[in-house]
């Protein structure tokens, strides 16, 4: 068999979604070992771990014929590998392998979000080009949100997410929606500015946020563009804008509940500090300075 990589690297931590991360990588290593003639499997500890191997790799350090990095976790797990290779600037394809709740940007691969299935995927995928959010310095792959997204994010940490997975989301959804907090935002995109109250704000790369499908039919994550949404209200409005599907050129013709910008580069700020998730991280705070990294990083991905 001819592998097509000469070494690989896989990312894992005891703290993935998997009931048996050890068992996983056992499955996971039998694909990729048919990828890479050498496969090496790396512990991440604890958080910024993953940041700095991919320093050691950019200097050699780690290794000189590194050619892949796989990343076996959650939305989170992922974000952190996005930002190693983006700070170190890696020029190296990464392979994600899903094993978190909802996995958003395995779908925009194509792959499967059960890990088994997307590992052997992975024999069949491709190197593409993806646009990266870059956010005050740091990186997001797949979305940027403030307000009622924070707020949902909080009340399931507080919980088990490892035990109730996706009903923990749901329930703190409907949780987070009877009391929204609302505040006032400015926002200038590409030059122009816009300002209101909002009890959400989300900056989209990828199309899936929290296992759903932005209706947003042109959304790519590879077209130079973001795209912002900002929730006005709450209301039955907006549950029905949820589930209209159109495109960028009729979107505020057609929709009442939710704005959509899009745009290259923005700031935003709000009347208070605001806490800011970045593909399922809380890192950050307003005010933001965000901007699109076209075509900024290689990602295995399963052809249509």
């Known amino acids: 068999m001819s592998r097509q990589y000469n070494h690989g690297v896989l990312f894992y931590h005891e703290y993935s979604g998997l009931n048996?991360?050890?068992?996983?990588?056992?499955?996971?290593?039998?694909?990729?070992?048919?990828?890479?003639?050498?496969?090496?499997?790396?512990?991440?500890?604890?958080?910024?771990?993953?940041?700095?191997?991919?320093?050691?790799?950019?200097?050699?350090?780690?290794?000189?014929?590194?050619?892949?990095?796989?990343?076996?976790?959650?939305?989170g797990t992922v974000n952190e590998?996005?930002?190693?290779?983006?700070?170190?600037?890696?020029?190296?394809?990464?392979?994600?392998?899903?094993?978190?709740?909802?996995?958003?940007?395995?779908?925009?691969?194509n792959l499967d979000g059960d890990y088994t299935k997307a590992s052997e995927q992975l024999l069949e995928a491709r190197p593409q080009r993806y646009d990266v959010i870059k956010v005050n310095g740091q990186y997001a792959l797949n979305f940027v949100g403030m307000g009622l997204i924070v707020q949902n994010a909080k009340n399931v940490q507080s919980g088990n997410k490892d035990i109730?997975?996706?009903?923990?989301?749901?329930?703190?959804?409907?949780?987070?929606?009877?009391?929204?907090?609302?505040?006032?935002?400015?926002?200038?995109?590409?030059?122009?500015?816009?300002?209101?109250?909002?009890?959400?704000?989300?900056?989209?790369?990828?199309?899936?946020?929290?296992?759903?499908?932005?209706p947003l039919t042109d959304l790519s994550p590879s077209d130079g563009f973001l795209n912002t949404f900002v929730f006005k209200h709450s209301k039955m409005s907006v549950f029905n804008d949820i589930f209209k599907k159109r495109d960028s050129m009729n979107w505020n013709r057609v929709t009442k509940g939710i704005t959509h910008l899009q745009g290259?580069?923005?700031?935003?700020?709000?009347d208070k500090h605001l806490d800011v998730d970045m593909d399922g991280e809380i890192a950050l705070s307003t005010p933001l300075e965000i901007e699109v990294v076209p075509q900024a990083i290689e990602i295995l991905t399963l052809p249509n």
Do not use: W
């Open 20 to 75: 048996d991360i050890y068992g996983g990588i056992g499955t996971v290593a039998q694909y990729l070992s048919q990828m890479c003639k050498h496969l090496s499997i790396q512990l991440s500890e604890e958080e910024g771990n993953i940041i700095d191997y991919c320093g050691a790799i950019k200097a050699q350090d780690y290794g000189s014929d590194i050619d892949i990095l796989f990343i076996l976790g959650g939305d």
């Open 164 to 214: 109730f997975g996706r009903l923990s989301y749901i329930g703190s959804t409907v949780k987070t929606l009877v009391n929204p907090v609302k505040f006032n935002y400015h926002i200038a995109v590409d030059g122009e500015e816009t300002q209101g109250q909002t009890s959400m704000l989300v900056i989209a790369n990828g199309p899936y946020i929290g296992g759903n499908r932005i």
């Open 264 to 270: 290259r580069k923005f700031r935003i700020t709000t």
């Open 81 to 109: 590998l996005v930002n190693g290779v983006m700070t170190h600037q890696l020029d190296i394809p990464i392979a994600i392998i899903p094993g978190g709740t909802f996995n958003d940007f395995t779908k925009t691969l």
